[in-house]
């Protein structure tokens, strides 16, 4: 696979032109499977700013964590480590498998779900949720209402952290992974979650990327 994002814009063009937003997941993920290929945010490594936000907690955290859309589940594996109890989900079934075969003795509670649909029982049940890189490969409505539906699973007094690129809403849309405006940022803020810090960074890069990492709070 000579550009592996390429090959993903192409699945994910064709699935989206066919109306099934979230189809090609599954697509790319069985691919690299068989044939080898890196998929491009695929780093098997956890996300950085997730590893500053446990480092900058004043005490162990704890309780109930989720990880949306976990891919091969390295953050999901670090939140366990630092104590909590981790569910981590993915609308992939070949990377949730891929999740046991490389954490075979995890104590994450792995499972294949729709964060667009999710289990009922998970509505204000998590006390930290992490979103990395999500809502951005989702297209039009899709994007609000996964960011909407990440919000509505926050527990009272729990948080929410979001890492996503982004971009100023006079900026070109541009390609597969779209970077999110601040609009589409404030879809989080469900009633009762408020976003409480909100870091606007640019990632050295050729070209650089700027990103949000945004922590919201469910107070009520
Ligand atoms: C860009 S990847 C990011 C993966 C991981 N969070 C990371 O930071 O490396 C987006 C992930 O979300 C998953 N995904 C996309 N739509 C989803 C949905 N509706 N419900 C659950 N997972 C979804 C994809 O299968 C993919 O693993």
Known sequence: MSDPRAHARVLARDAIARGDVTG???TLYAES???????SWVD???NPHLVEWLRSRPAPPSGKALVVGCGYGDDAELLAAAGLDVTAF?????AIARC????????VGYEVADVLSPPPGWSRAFDFIFEAYTVQVLPGEARTACAQSIGGLVAP?????VVARSRRPEDPEGLMP???TRADLAAFAVPGVDLARLDEIVE??????????AEFVRRR
Not at 100 to 107: L, V
């Open 204 to 213: 050295p890069g050729d070209p650089p990327v700027p990103r949000f990492v």
């Open 24 to 26: 090609w997941f599954e």
């Open 33 to 39: 499977e068989r044939d080898g290929f890196r998929i």
């Open 178 to 180: 779209w970077p999110l």
């Open 100 to 107: 046991h075969a490389r954490f075979p003795d995890s104590t």
């Open 157 to 161: 007094g729990g948080a929410l952290l």
């Open 90 to 94: 993915d609308i992939a079934p070949t």
């Open 44 to 46: 098997l490594g956890p």
